[in-house]
């Protein structure tokens, strides 16, 4: 009897060893960029694209509840987010989206990158944002496009005086303009009626 015991014992012993437990095992995780990849950011506007990922298991499922990580660059072209600096902590959702919004460039043009990282279980994942600063030229208006069209105005009426005044193609002088009104010649313009 006591043999059976021991054996018994050894046999339960043998079978919870060899015995999978219930718990689940670690889903390896892999980071896929949705949106924000090679975006431009504007820099004298304070907008930028928010970089958008989704963590996936093997089988391409979403991963939700995984810990999303976003770090930008402290130095050099790069950015912050608004309430959080320069690193952005959220979870993804039902579908394994994880958003980093209000990311703002910082005053450095160029181009840089976000690390993002996603960890579930013990497992973690990481992928990479490229993205650039860049600083537009303002819209140049006012007096530089109004000296611009004054020049063409005059360079035009220019070219219009000295062909009235060359005569026409057979060397006869020429048609003098219609309705006797406005004298053109070279120089400074100068309108008025006919000296």
Same mark, same amino acid.
Do not use: H, W, Y
């Given at each position: 009897?006591?043999?059976?015991?021991?054996?018994?014992?050894?046999?339960?012993?043998?079978?919870?060893?060899?015995?999978?437990?219930?718990?689940?095992?670690?889903?390896?995780?892999?980071?896929?960029?949705?949106?924000?990849?090679?975006?431009?950011?504007?820099?004298?506007?304070?907008?930028?694209?928010?970089?958008?990922?989704?963590?996936?298991?093997?089988?391409?499922?979403?991963?939700?509840?995984?810990?999303?990580?976003?770090?930008?660059?402290?130095?050099?072209?790069?950015?912050?987010?608004?309430?959080?600096?320069?690193?952005?902590?959220?979870?993804?959702?039902?579908?394994?989206?994880?958003?980093?919004?209000?990311?703002?460039?910082?005053?450095?043009?160029?181009?840089?990158?976000?690390?993002?990282?996603?960890?579930?279980?013990?497992?973690?994942?990481?992928?990479?944002?490229?993205?650039? /600063?860049?600083? &537009? %030229?303002?819209?140049?208006? @006012?007096? =530089?496009?109004? +000296?611009?069209?004054?020049?063409? *105005?005059? !360079?035009?009426?220019?070219?219009?005086?000295?062909?009235?005044?060359?005569?026409?193609? /057979?060397?006869? &002088? %020429?048609?003098?303009?219609? @309705?006797? =009104?406005?004298? +053109?010649?070279?120089?400074?313009? *100068?309108? !008025?009626?006919?000296?």
């Amino acid at each position: 009897m006591r043999q059976e015991s021991a054996f018994l014992c050894l046999a339960a012993i043998a079978l919870a060893v060899c015995v999978p437990s219930a718990a689940a095992d670690p889903v390896p995780l892999r980071v896929v960029v949705v949106e924000g990849e090679g975006a431009i950011n504007n820099i004298r506007e304070k907008t930028a694209k928010a970089p958008v990922v989704r963590v996936e298991d093997d089988d391409a499922r979403p991963v939700r509840g995984a810990t999303v990580t976003f770090t930008v660059p402290e130095m050099g072209p790069g950015g912050f987010f608004a309430t959080a600096g320069t690193t952005f902590i959220t979870t993804t959702d039902e579908q394994g989206i994880a958003i980093a919004r209000g990311l703002q460039p910082n005053n450095v043009a160029g181009r840089f990158q976000i690390r993002v990282s996603a960890a579930l279980a013990g497992e973690t994942a990481s992928a990479v944002v490229n993205q650039i /600063n860049a600083a &537009p %030229a303002e819209a140049r208006g @006012g007096l =530089g496009k109004k +000296l611009l069209i004054v020049g063409l *105005v005059a !360079g035009g009426a220019v070219g219009a005086a000295f062909a009235f005044k060359g005569g026409g193609s /057979n060397g006869s &002088p %020429a048609a003098p303009p219609p @309705g006797g =009104g406005t004298t +053109l010649t070279p120089g400074s313009p *100068v309108f !008025g009626p006919p000296r």
